[in-house]
């Protein structure tokens, strides 16, 4: 009886094991991508701003706004003052978009 109450305990601790896998990769997809190797001048983390949370720390020098849709999310990043004081760089999922003379006046 401790034989097979033993496999029982066993065979339920792998299988919960593995169910958590995923969620694992979901909830922690910046971590794995940004502490990676890769490429110099590459960011995988920018294929997931359509679904996942950002966290701020992640880029700390940007302005990163999550916003919340039923559990998905739409993330934008942007910086001002890049190269110029007037230039502006913002990505989300779908687009990047850079102006280099960006007029913002709630923004001066």
């Excluded at 097979?4 to 896998?21: G, M």
């Excluded at 990043?77 to 110029?84: G, H, L, N, Y």
Aim: proline share 4%.
């Amino acid at each position: 009886m401790e034989k097979k109450a033993l496999w029982i305990t066993l065979i339920v601790l792998s299988i919960l094991f593995i169910i958590q896998i995923p969620f694992n990769f979901h909830n922690n997809a910046y971590y794995y991508a940004t502490h990676t190797q890769e490429k110099k001048d590459h960011y995988p983390f920018i294929t997931l701003l359509d679904s996942n949370y950002l966290p701020a720390s992640y880029v700390p020098s940007y302005n990163v706004e999550n916003d919340d849709k039923r559990g998905s999310y739409i993330v934008s990043i942007s910086k001002r003052q890049v190269r110029t004081k007037k230039d502006i760089v913002e990505l989300n999922g779908a687009n990047i978009y850079y102006s280099k003379d960006y007029n913002d006046e709630a923004g001066n």
